[in-house]
């Protein structure tokens, strides 16, 4: 995905604050497992092996019964696993952190993460992020492929989404392709993509008009 550097003032700042909830932090987990783990590719290929398996016996008249049961079973416990495994996670958050309010401020130096129920300060350099994606709810900010921490839009109390994204594009180190690893999802995606048709065709029709 390739971005333009987009000016931004030395001032620019964003902060959220957001309450702890375990329903958002469910939404953070699956959107990890769908868009940044291997999982349920794993599963998805495990899914058709055995339906492949189960049309060959059928068509073979052998194993039918077998065959029909395991792929029925496959299909039914990988929805109960993905929950079951999320909610033991969640779970294991301890009553303080339930109570807390995580207070994130972004600059175009760092992002900073605090917590007003422990010490101390999580501070991250733009360099250190692997990744950012963003959707119409939420913008994950990936530390690691396996770990981050994300920010609620309603919850931003100073600053906008649209800040937040020119100080990623401006800051984010980018990948050995040269690209800036911030990908959207969702309406977010739709607006970005329909605005960087318009970037193209102005610059068509002013190139169009400088050869006239």
């Known amino acids: 995905m390739n971005d333009n550097k987009i000016k931004s003032s030395s001032i620019d700042r964003i902060i959220s604050k957001t309450k702890y909830s375990r329903k958002e932090h469910k939404k953070f987990y699956l959107f990890h497992l769908f868009h940044r783990t291997q999982t349920l590719y794993f599963m998805f290929a495990l899914i058709v092996f055995l339906l492949v398996l189960t049309i060959v016996n059928v068509a073979k008249n052998q ?97 906008s989404p649209e800040l937040f994204r020119k100080l990623a594009v401006n800051n984010m180190k980018p990948d050995r392709e040269g690209r800036i690893l911030y990908k959207r999802y969702g309406n977010v995606r739709k607006e970005y993509v329909a605005e960087q048709k318009e970037i193209k065709k102005q610059k068509k029709l002013e190139k169009k008009n400088s050869k006239k």
């Open 63 to 159: 194993n039918v019964v077998f065959s029909c049961i395991m792929f029925g079973v496959t299909c039914a416990m990988v929805p109960i696993l993905i929950i079951s495994k999320i909610n033991q996670v969640v779970k294991q958050e301890t009553p303080e952190r339930v109570k807390s309010t995580d207070t994130i401020e972004v600059t175009k130096s760092k992002i900073t993460r605090s917590n007003d129920v422990t010490s101390g300060k999580a501070v991250v350099g733009w360099n250190n992020i692997d990744c950012v994606c963003e959707n119409d709810e939420f913008i994950y900010i990936y530390l690691t492929d396996q770990s981050g921490l994300f920010i609620k839009k309603v919850d931003i109390v100073e600053g």
